[in-house]
């Protein structure tokens, strides 16, 4: 961590931490630690939001925020940084004035911008300490790297539903060495599609606070020095029964060796190319689906969706949630154009996929961006949820 002996606080800092000071294993050199200290937090939503509130109160000297999204009706379900006069405004202005307001002794660095493999070097090198707070795999995989290849510890947490893990990531031994980083445990991504991001498959509005509070809580510990840190050590947390469980791990000696960035969306099988599986998909677009309503020509759609989803919003096709599609083929004609639709398009994709390989379907048109993307450019009055 930085050099702490001659950092000195005023008057009003002293009184401000002074539950700190008191504590015998923490007192005032552990305050030192943290303001000396340079956080980077990647994301500013479920977890970035506690997250950077408990590191703002604590004391830590300076936190860059990177985010490059606005604020969301959806997110305050969850994102307590956020409020309603907020939508629409970006999230790292929002988050880095709400955060002043809580600790004016306190530098903040924003970057309103996407974390890329050409700009995550230059960023992270000013930084000790990062902590990630996204979801979904190509930044993870992105941030980790990033980090082994500058030497910083990656306090990591990611939450799905009622689940959530926190771990730290390439923290830097008493010999010299570092500990296990996210590809020793996660040495590659799922496919595509297989784990639903948090937009996709729902979390638990408090769930993200538990989380990002423990993120928070091994942030403070890498950077002074106290208690044991969970390097090489994955936490788990069930907000159901709240039932908890570490899992340890260590380095994987068949690991490549990380010695450059790389395209993490092509990793990650994102960039845009079929996936083998996924060869032969055919798509329309909503604007498509509208015109097809609209001159009277003939299809059937299909939602694959669950019925509590198809509750909240629906286009009124056929509902055959995806578990139950090969126990109703005999509702999926093959002929005529059959449109399949999801809540974002991953889902539909995936059951084409199914159709086509294992039942012989060549009439199946998937609907780009599913559901979602009606209420966004079709139906505004339809709810994005």
Request: hydrophobic fraction near 35%; charge should be negative; aromatic fraction near 8%.
């Amino acid at each position: 961590m930085s050099e702490s002996k001659k950092i000195e606080f005023s008057k009003q800092e002293i009184e401000r931490y002074s539950r700190h000071l008191i504590i015998p294993e923490f007192n005032i050199e552990g305050q030192r630690k943290l303001k000396a200290a340079k956080v980077l937090v990647v994301g500013t939503g479920g977890l970035g939001a506690p997250l950077l509130q408990y590191l703002t109160a604590a004391g830590v000297g300076k936190i860059g925020v990177v985010d490059f999204d606005v604020v969301d009706e959806s997110n305050l379900q969850r994102q307590v940084l956020f409020q309603v006069e907020d939508i629409g405004k970006h999230k790292v202005d929002v988050a880095i004035e709400r955060l002043r307001g809580l600790n004016p002794h306190i530098e903040f660095v924003g970057y309103k911008q996407q974390l890329t493999s050409e700009n995550a070097l230059e960023i992270v090198k000013a930084y000790e300490v990062v902590a990630d707070g996204t979801d979904n795999f190509p930044t993870r995989y992105l941030v980790n790297d990033a980090c082994v290849l500058l030497g910083i510890a990656n306090v990591y947490a990611s939450i799905f539903r009622f689940e959530g893990q926190v771990a730290v990531f390439n923290l830097k031994q008493p010999d010299g060495s570092f500990g296990p980083n996210y590809r020793d445990i996660f040495p590659s991504p799922p496919p595509p599609g297989m784990v639903p991001s948090c937009a996709e498959g729902g979390v638990l509005g408090v769930l993200p606070g538990i989380i990002g509070s423990l993120q928070a809580n091994e942030v403070i510990k890498v950077i002074t020095g106290i208690g044991e840190p969970l390097s090489g050590k994955l936490h788990l947390v069930d907000a159901l029964t709240l039932d908890s469980r570490t899992v340890s791990y260590g380095k994987d000696p068949n690991r490549e060796e990380i010695t450059k960035l790389i395209d993490y969306d092509q990793f990650c099988g994102l960039n845009g190319e079929p996936m083998p599986h996924q060869s032969g998909l055919k798509s329309v677009t909503v604007e498509d689906l509208q015109a097809m309503r609209e001159n009277g020509n003939y299809h059937l759609l299909i939602d694959v969706r669950e019925p509590y989803e198809y509750e909240i919003a629906n286009l009124g096709g056929k509902l055959i949630p995806q578990q139950s599609i090969e126990d109703r083929l005999q509702d999926i004609p093959k002929v005529g154009n059959v449109v399949v639709h999801c809540r974002s398009g991953v889902r539909s994709a995936q059951t084409i996929s199914l159709l086509q390989e294992k039942y012989g379907y060549s009439n199946l048109y998937n609907l780009d961006g599913g559901i979602l993307a009606w209420a966004r450019r079709i139906d505004l009055t339809m709810p994005k949820y």
